[in-house]
């Protein structure tokens, strides 16, 4: 079975500029959370879908960054105009709800690390 | 609120040594709260150690344990012996049991284990 996969892997960006993560789930897992993980902290969420629905985008700083998933599989991550605050790396994670002892595990993707100069 | 707090690394030991990251939770918004570890090798992703979720229970994996103790909001890691390629970096994380509630993460403690 597939992991969970990110692209790009890596992004340098200059102030002010835009850049855009994707994620695929693994098949079949109706949940995608995106997190943002600074340097020597732990991962933060910032938003999280639930089929294509956001159920909670109250940490994701609405001004620069957006997050869809509209047809509930893939999800894009974008940042509108990056700050220098913004580096770190973007981790997506999914999970499925019913079932089992896996119910709500989540599954990391690699990461996407960003910096911004 | 809702956090994670671990033993702050490095945390550095020696082949064959006892290992344990503390970790303590608080939990007002989750009643019944599922505690994960999850680990990162060196050049790899993120990737779950053990789960329980229930309280009092206790979760293995790869010769790791860890006692989910609600009485005193722990649920700490521990190896009788580590090998040097336990060295990673060890996140202890709090989520929730219905789906609608979010996941919370430690900081992280940097282990490296030493030959």
């Known amino acids: 079975e597939a992991g969970v996969t990110q692209s790009p892997r890596y992004a340098v960006l200059q102030e002010g500029q835009a850049v855009s993560f994707w994620c695929d789930p693994i098949s079949g897992h109706d949940t995608l959370y995106w997190y943002q993980q600074p340097r020597d902290q732990g991962p933060q969420l910032l938003v999280y879908f639930r089929d294509e629905a956001v159920i909670d985008n109250s940490q994701l700083p609405s001004d620069r960054f957006s997050a869809v998933r509209p047809k509930g599989t893939n999800s894009t991550l974008k940042i509108q105009s990056a700050k220098q605050g913004d580096t770190a790396t973007y981790l997506c994670?999914?999970?499925?709800?019913?079932?089992?002892?896996?119910?709500?595990?989540?599954?990391f993707g690699p990461g996407t690390r960003l910096l911004v100069l | 609120g809702d956090s994670v707090t671990q033993t702050e690394g490095p945390v550095t030991v020696s082949e064959s040594e006892s290992l344990i990251i503390n970790c303590t939770y608080s939990a007002t918004s989750i009643a019944y709260p599922n505690l994960f570890w999850y680990v990162r090798y060196p050049g790899e992703g993120l990737q779950l150690l053990l789960k329980v979720i229930t309280a009092g229970q206790k979760g293995s994996s790869r010769g790791f344990e860890a006692t989910y103790n609600k009485e005193t909001t722990s649920f700490h890691l521990q190896k009788a012996s580590v090998q040097e390629s336990d060295s990673a970096v060890y996140y202890c994380a709090l989520g929730p049991n219905t789906g609608y509630q979010n996941f919370y993460f430690g900081k992280g403690t940097s282990l490296t284990v030493i030959p």
């Open positions: 994670a999914s999970s499925f709800r019913l079932g089992g002892l896996d119910q709500d595990t989540q599954y």
